[in-house]
């Protein structure tokens, strides 16, 4: 069965990036694919920071980036980038850590302005990790994702009609030998 991963770099528990990238793991999942989502924000601090590769949460957490078949990298964007948190987990992948695999760029911003961010800020570092093919990536502006007074969120229907689309890109772009994507 083929496998994407997520990783997600928000610093926050009631992240609206989650949001998105629950929704999209929800999506891969209903259609076949074996799904997992790495919250960066819940690996312990002091191994991420010291680089402690070695730890039982880095190590599993970077197994299962090399295992995977596709990956989303999902972030908010602060002052016109990804998250520092995220940042400090990409920089533990090996050189080629994404070398042969499909990647996702989801970025949550509060301004389109804020979209640049993918291309001028992710993109080149997913390049540089060694990512076959990095698919155009999805922006969704904060004000679409909205919050319930249980806590919960929900996108809105067209953001969630970007998020699908760029999902199946992405599952389209996977490597030939994956299962799901050969037999696509």
Known sequence: MSS???ISGSPSAQSR???AVGKALERLSSIGFDVRHIAVRDLPAE?????????????????????????????????????GLLKSFLDLLPQSGLAGKAVLPLVTGGTNAHVLAIDYALRPVLTSLGARHVVA???LLDQLIDRQADGTATLRPEAELRLFDVVGQLTEALPVGSTLAASR
């Not at 680089?51 to 295992?67: E, H, Q």
């Open 4 to 6: 994407i991963i997520a």
């Open 17 to 19: 990036t989650a949001v």
């Open 47 to 83: 191994d991420l920071l010291a680089g402690r590769t070695d730890s039982p949460a880095l190590s599993d957490a970077i197994g299962a980036v090399a295992a995977a078949d596709g990956v989303i990298v999902a972030t908010p964007v602060y002052k016109a980038a990804y998250t």
């Open 137 to 139: 990536g999805c922006f």
